[in-house]
């Protein structure tokens, strides 16, 4: 009677457990709350394709060079130096300074200012200094006018100075000027006025210069109605000397006339067209470190009685030192 007991119980477990299984399958939802294993997930939405990358934009093209400064002087825009048209060169562009020259000036008065180098302008009321077409180098010159009768001031006219200073004592200098004369003689009566072109002077001693002599001279050196150039000596020891220069005139011609200077050996030598008028000419001259060289129209006595233009150009000067 116990074993049937026993089976029955045994039967009666079984038809649970089998119940309890069927139960537990239909509940396949999310979590189960006892700690069940949960449901499978639903799938989640294809994630949407990331937008392309955009193409990196293309480099910006370089500025362009900034022009060069406007005709005021102001400064151009910013970028590349542009290149200044300076012209074609000038009779100085060709004439560079010397080896062992201390002090040097080159005035073409082509270019720049007309006073261009020169330490001092000079002018008088009736004086004028411009530039002129009339040139021994293109395209300009000097034109040094007087355009005044009047017989007042003394010394008249337009001249420019250059004075040159340094540590030691000047040894030697050389000036030499293209002079082209333009008179009207045809007007106007010869003066007995004379015109300084160009001189070199030694500050507290004296001065030597080449003039012009307007056809009456005023003293007894000059040869009688002399028109031309002549050396008018402040430097000489015995007083003033006046050496005429050869050929006496060329009006409207450009005449390279150099004088030179050696303050060594106390001489003088001149020059026209290259070949040498005067040498060694006797100077009387001390130590200095400063001369004073002048260029122009300079008239320094007498009365005007003829109206003198002086057309100057290509002016060179060196200056060495001991």
């Not at 004369?181 to 106007?188: I, Q, V």
């Amino acid at each position: 009677m116990r074993r049937y007991l026993f089976i029955a119980a045994l039967l009666t477990m079984a038809s649970l457990a089998a119940v309890a299984a069927c139960v537990g399958s239909d509940a396949v939802v999310g979590e189960a709350p006892d700690g069940g294993s949960s449901g499978t997930s639903g799938t989640s939405g294809t994630s949407g394709t990331s937008g392309t990358s955009g193409s990196s934009g293309t480099s910006g093209t370089s500025g362009t060079s900034g022009t060069s400064g406007g005709p005021d002087g102001g400064p151009g825009d910013s970028g590349g130096d542009a290149p200044i048209d300076s012209g074609p060169p000038t009779f100085c562009d060709g004439k560079p300074k010397p080896v062992g020259v201390a002090n040097y000036l080159c005035a073409d008065f082509d270019r720049g200012a007309l006073d261009a180098g020169f330490t001092t302008t000079n002018l008088t009321a009736m004086g004028t200094l411009q530039a002129t077409s009339v040139a021994a180098s293109t395209p300009n010159g000097l034109l040094a006018n007087m355009n005044s009768l009047d017989n007042a001031i003394q010394p008249r006219g337009g001249w420019f100075e250059w004075t040159a200073s340094g540590a030691t004592n000047v040894k030697t200098v050389s000036m030499s000027v293209k002079v082209n004369p333009n008179l009207d003689t045809g007007a106007y009566a010869p003066s007995a006025g004379i015109i300084e072109i160009f001189g070199i002077e030694i500050p507290g001693q004296s001065d030597i210069s080449v003039r012009y002599q307007d056809g009456k001279p005023t003293n007894g050196d000059l040869p009688s109605n002399y028109s031309g150039y002549y050396l008018h000596n402040n430097l000489f020891a015995g007083g003033v000397a006046y050496r005429t220069i050869s050929p006496a005139y060329s009006n409207a011609v450009f005449t390279t006339i150099t004088l030179d200077l050696n303050f060594t050996s106390n001489t003088a030598t001149l020059k026209q067209n290259g070949i040498a008028t005067f040498t060694n000419v006797s100077v009387a001259t001390q130590p200095t470190s400063t001369v004073i060289f002048t260029v122009g129209h300079k008239r320094t006595q007498g009365p005007v009685a003829r109206p003198a233009a002086m057309r100057i150009d290509d002016v060179i000067v060196e200056v060495t030192r001991q």
